[in-house]
């Protein structure tokens, strides 16, 4: 484990961020989500939801001595484990570029690969849900290949269609419905995230894995 | 314009870890004051209406009320005063003429508007289109379904003390609204400068504004050096800077996590002074403790527990 501590800031009285040090892969990963597990039982805690390599603790009402709960967050992160979550395998059958993977050629650009090469080198890993977040059922993705990062938007879009398979930074994801988004669409696919009659609303919960295999290149 | 009319309570809490915002009242103060007048559970759901003329028939008697911004409205062409609750016999036509004092009336009806819980509350998803009225946000011609178990049968008229009046900040000599924040996660990566031009302008509030976010326009604010953030967890409130530099503040339907620098986070107490803040009106941010945020949020629950209290008492009479 890294040395550094983590970074906690304040999200106005209704929330606290932690942040966890050290790289972005899944045994970070596996601590924040133990780490989790331990805060949602603290009393006056709502959620602790994981996010990417970082934790975001909501309250029912804010501590009163918000100074004590940070130092009570950093003592638990220090003597967290890891989970290993090991939730079902999916495959998303994914049509990179064309009307609605506009942004395929500007990654390429950027990335100086080829569009086969950005297809083949998103398409290759097998992907573990990090976290849920942003919007109903949407899944932050682990597992990128670096040389796919591309930086977020300098402004972001009003809207792209759900089903936009989508770079921001080194991290990749799949639009559950559509809305706005600062990230660059190449793909589609039609799998469906999320339905609010559902038991659990979300089809996939961290630890799952996700396989894109490559319908259609549309170059 | 701010947006369509929406079904709102007080929000869809618990469910971020679905992804899951909470939607719900701009102007939660008003909405919870016209439930107080009503009698209703304070999280009872009702219209958020942030466009004038909206033009409403009552089916069946009810009691309702309007708070929020004073939408100059009538009843059968009779005015009624801001902050108000009143009986409509059915066939009774009202109308909001046009906002002033604000960018969203709230209209409660005795009972609240009874439309399916879905995730613990009866707000509006827009993203997720569900929760609220099938979804979406109202339109000509919808029929909203009212719990009428529950209702008076003749309240009477009644006034509240509006949130604006009785939460009245000083006002700032270039008329902008003063706004109180706390800093977040990444105010350290900005200079002095840049900090300096942040307090110091007052931001407009673009026609790139909803109920997701308020993008304001003023001069760029640029860190130190770019960030760029793993995504993590957000909630309404936060203001986030683009690598354009022009602030963004997250409101209630926002996405619940996001990677953008994070400058502050508007307190609480101040959300609702968002929500009513309309188009071209300009935003002056204030630095405050988080000790001082409790206390900002202490006076709205004085001033909430005073109005039940009065609305009590009137009721004893």
Redesign the interface.
């Known amino acids: 484990m890294s040395s550094a501590g983590p970074?906690i800031?304040?999200?106005?009285?209704?929330?606290v961020?932690l942040?966890a040090p050290g790289a972005?892969d899944l045994p970070t990963q596996r601590r924040i989500w133990n780490l989790a597990a331990l805060i949602s039982g603290w009393p006056g805690v709502?959620?602790a939801?994981?996010?990417?390599?970082?934790?975001?603790v909501?309250f029912i009402s804010?501590p009163?001595a918000?100074g004590t709960f940070v130092d009570a967050l950093r003592d638990a992160w220090d003597e967290a484990g890891e989970t290993e979550l090991v939730g079902r395998e999916v495959e998303m059958a994914v049509t990179y570029g064309g009307e609605l993977g506009f942004s395929l050629h500007d990654v390429a650009e950027h990335t100086g690969l080829s569009i086969d090469e950005v297809v083949a080198r998103h398409a290759a890993p097998l992907y573990v849900v990090f976290?849920?977040?942003?919007?109903?059922?949407?899944c932050?993705l682990g597992g990128m290949d670096p040389s796919l990062t591309v930086?977020?938007?300098?402004?972001?879009l009003?809207s792209v269609a759900g089903g936009s398979v989508s770079i921001?930074?080194s991290?990749t994801g799949v639009a559950?419905?559509?809305?706005?988004s600062?990230w660059h669409t190449i793909g589609h696919t039609r799998w469906t995230f999320?339905d609010?009659s559902w038991p659990?609303?979300?089809a996939l919960a961290p630890g799952d894995r996700v396989r894109f295999k490559i319908e259609r290149v549309i170059r | 314009m701010l947006g369509p009319a929406s079904v709102q309570d007080l929000g869809r809490?618990?469910?971020?870890?679905?992804?899951?915002?909470t939607s719900g009242a701009m102007d939660d103060i008003a909405l919870r004051a016209g439930n107080i007048l009503l009698g209703n559970d304070e999280n009872a759901a009702g219209v958020e209406i942030a466009f004038a003329p909206f033009k409403l028939r009552f089916n069946a008697d009810a009691a309702f009320a309007l708070t929020g911004a004073d939408g100059g409205a009538e009843l059968n062409g009779r005015l009624l005063p801001p902050w108000w609750r009143a009986c409509a016999h059915a066939g009774d036509i009202l109308v909001l003429k046009a906002m002033s004092r604000g960018a969203r009336s709230y209209l409660t009806v005795a009972g609240g508007i009874d439309v399916p819980l879905?995730?613990g509350s009866r707000s509006t998803?827009l993203?997720?289109?569900?929760?609220g009225f099938h979804g979406r946000a109202l339109q000509p011609g919808d029929i909203l379904p009212c719990d009428r178990s529950e209702s008076p049968d003749d309240a009477g008229e009644l006034g509240a003390e509006p949130a604006d009046i009785a939460l009245r900040q000083r006002t700032l000599a270039s008329g902008a609204r003063r706004i109180r924040?706390?800093?977040?996660?990444e105010y350290d990566r900005y200079d002095e400068a840049a900090r300096q031009l942040f307090w110091h302008t007052d931001w407009r509030v673009t026609p790139?504004s909803n109920r997701?976010g308020y993008r304001l326009e003023g001069p760029p604010v640029q860190p130190i050096v770019?960030i760029?953030?793993?995504?993590?967890?957000?909630?309404p409130?936060?203001i986030q800077i683009?690598?354009?530099g022009?602030p963004i503040i997250q409101l209630r339907d926002a996405?619940?996590?996001?990677?953008?620098p994070?400058f502050a986070?508007?307190?609480?107490a101040d959300l609702w002074r968002i929500g009513q803040a309309g188009l071209g009106s300009r935003l002056r941010f204030e630095p405050i403790s988080?000790q001082e945020?409790?206390a900002a949020?202490a006076e709205v629950s004085v001033y909430l527990e005073r109005l039940r209290a009065s609305v009590r008492l009137q009721g004893e009479l």
């Open positions: 970074c800031s304040l999200l106005g009285t209704t929330a961020l942040e972005m709502r959620e939801i994981p996010g990417v390599t970082n934790l975001m909501t804010p009163s918000i976290a849920l977040g942003s919007h109903p059922g949407y932050y930086p977020r938007r300098r402004s972001p009003q921001g930074g991290q559950a419905s559509p809305g706005p600062g999320f609010p659990i609303p979300a | 809490v618990g469910q971020y870890r679905f992804g899951v915002g879905v995730l998803q993203r997720g289109e569900f929760g924040v706390i800093i977040a996660g790139q997701y770019p760029e953030k793993r995504s993590h967890g957000i909630v409130g936060v683009p690598p354009n022009q996405q619940t996590s996001g990677g953008y994070k986070t508007v307190v609480e988080h945020a409790l949020q």
